[in-house]
């Protein structure tokens, strides 16, 4: 059920076999690096999501860049966190059934574990699960910050919330999960930065609700790759969840930097290759990666090596390279590198990246987290 | 890398852990007999498409139900279906690479094995593959019928390719591919038999020409779970290549059937099994489903267990069920089923089918082509 690798160590990039994921290294050192110097200026920490890339591999070098752990979305990810060496996990996410809290529970056995919360019943059962295994969970309680998601209301019902996972046993009060999902794609800066001003409003509402009850909150946890900057300057947070900034999507390319200008400060360093395998009309070819190979949810991948063509149409195992407004033609059996739409669902399509360097494949790293939805 | 399953036989299906991919046993097995029956009837051969269930324990079933052999899209499909018993597969798609036609080739020492090509330099290659391998390949030429993807020309072009086909050592011409697939989700009965008889006009242009040049073509394969009946009527088409009829997804469930009413010969038999992780609002709680565990790319699922609400938002790992025009609420905990919007891409996010019959789990089947793209 696994695949083999598309490729081997040493291999020129055109011998990779298609569709495979691609990481360029260079540009996704640099992505690391960039981040983990951003974080450092700003005097925050990072907890990088692995949401995002699903891989203990690069979970560990976004550690020894200097960020505190991970976060992740589920109980399956975490335990391939936990067993790829990461001490220090957090599921930034509500967890429901007695076997998913008891896999959790486990994990704490041997790595720092935290998990959010939005329901007074989940904290019961949470704190069974923590004392049936004899560990301490630490808990942050999310308020719905405006994405309309998951969270309780801010301020008193997330300071209520905040008492009772204080007065659970086995359990520990984190802090604050205030992520704000749906502001992280709006395209302006001036409307991403009031998206995140309100959430940060938000923030400080409960905060002062918890003070009001004596409760302290360590911790105030969110921001994503398309607004970090604007939690870093509230002064409210302490903790930084991107993910998406090692690998930059073609949805996220679009978003205006902070000087409103383009988003550039991070790389693309994340590719689908893709064959060429039909090209029986003038203005275009078929390619071999479908939905099956691409997450499009957040629109169509670019098209990188043919400048000017567009990737359109895609069915479950083809695409369609347009041609008419580009370069060149398209060329039956090249290979070509498609920028994905969107990084997290085609990630969880793979089960190996390709990396590159100097046109070479210098290692191959697995998504051990593949299909980790659990 | 391989997830493990989210529950062992004997469960109760409240016992599976979420988000699942399920099959309703006794719509699968009547959906299966259902299908078998009609292309008895009509006197033809079935030629299942596995790239919807990626899995040789249902390719097994339908071949014992009637069918010759599975089709699929991908080398590593056919890999996959020959390891598990398939005696006869047919790649119904091009394949560019000598690495994935050495593989192609090295299958065809132990199973009947045939691929299409629109491309005379794809036929030497193909020549160049089996010769090396010591095999016979079976090959299709694919004419565009109308989708506008793949394929030749219809008529002289096709004969032209057949010709080169017939004279390359090591291949046999099998026949044409004619299969169009962008009718199949047109909703009305009389466009989609329009797009199907324009599509026969260009099968029977191509068998003139082929005539012309003295070339028998065996076997005319295409059709699928929208359209097979107007194929099957036409006198042209020997093999039918249905997929989807097996599960019916919620695209198909919206065509109209042949007599102008629903298209209800088949029932829905896939389901995801999610839960209810957040209902922190009135109208609709949280799911756990969201586009890793779904495919939305034709639309969103549909909540078979909450009549009237809705399935909306996803996000990587969440799903919103609306239920401000619904019988009821959503519970917090619960486990509802959803009738995924495409049932392919749906199912290459899993790696088992957890097949329940009269509520319980009676089998785990793997899904041994997951990922297999290449």
Chains 1, 2 share one sequence.
Not at 38 to 66: D, P, W, Y
Not at 337 to 364: A, F, K, M
Request: proline share 3%.
């Amino acid at each position: 059920m696994t695949q083999p690798p598309p490729a081997e160590i040493g291999d020129d990039i055109a011998d990779i076999d298609t569709p495979a994921l691609i990481v360029d290294l260079d540009a996704f050192e640099a992505n690391v690096a960039k981040m983990a110097e951003n974080v450092k200026e700003f005097g925050l920490r990072l907890r990088a999501h692995s949401k995002t890339h699903k891989c203990s591999e690069i979970a560990r070098r976004q550690v020894a860049a200097g960020a505190i752990g991970v976060c992740c979305q589920k109980v399956g990810e975490a335990e391939d966190m936990v067993a790829g060496g990461v001490q220090d996990v957090y599921v930034s996410n509500e967890v429901w059934g007695a076997k998913k809290l008891a896999r959790l529970a486990e994990l704490a056995k041997t790595a720092t574990i935290s998990i959010c919360v939005d329901d007074a019943q989940n904290v019961g059962d949470l704190g069974t699960a923590a004392r049936a295994a004899g560990v301490t969970l630490n808990v942050y309680v999310e308020i719905d910050v405006g994405a309309g998601r998951c969270g309780v209301n801010p301020g008193e019902d997330g300071a209520e919330l905040a008492a009772v996972v204080v007065a659970e046993e086995g359990l520990n009060f984190a802090g604050l999960q205030a992520y704000q999902g749906s502001a992280q794609h709006i395209r302006t800066i001036n409307e991403r930065g009031a998206a995140i001003g309100n959430a940060c409003d938000n923030v400080k509402l409960t905060l002062d609700a918890l003070a009001a009850r004596g409760i302290q909150a360590d911790t105030v946890t969110g921001a994503g790759t398309g607004s970090f900057r604007f939690e870093a300057n509230s002064g409210l947070y302490h903790e930084l969840q991107c993910g998406s900034y090692i690998f930059m999507d073609a949805d996220y390319a679009q978003n205006q930097g902070m000087d409103g200008g383009a988003f550039d400060e991070f790389r693309h360093s994340l590719y689908v290759l893709a064959t060429v395998m039909s090209a029986t009309k003038p203005g275009g070819g078929i390619v071999d990666a479908g939905h099956k190979a691409l997450g499009n949810d957040q629109g169509m991948p670019w098209v990188a090596d043919i400048p000017g063509a567009t990737y359109e149409r895609p069915s479950d195992d083809h695409g369609k390279i347009n041609t008419t407004e580009a370069a060149r033609e398209a060329v039956l059996g090249e290979k070509i590198r498609l920028i994905p739409g969107h990084c997290d669902p085609t990630v969880n399509l793979y089960d190996w990246y390709v990396v590159v360097q100097e046109g070479r494949v210098v290692d191959l790293w697995e998504i051990g987290a593949r299909g980790a939805t659990r």
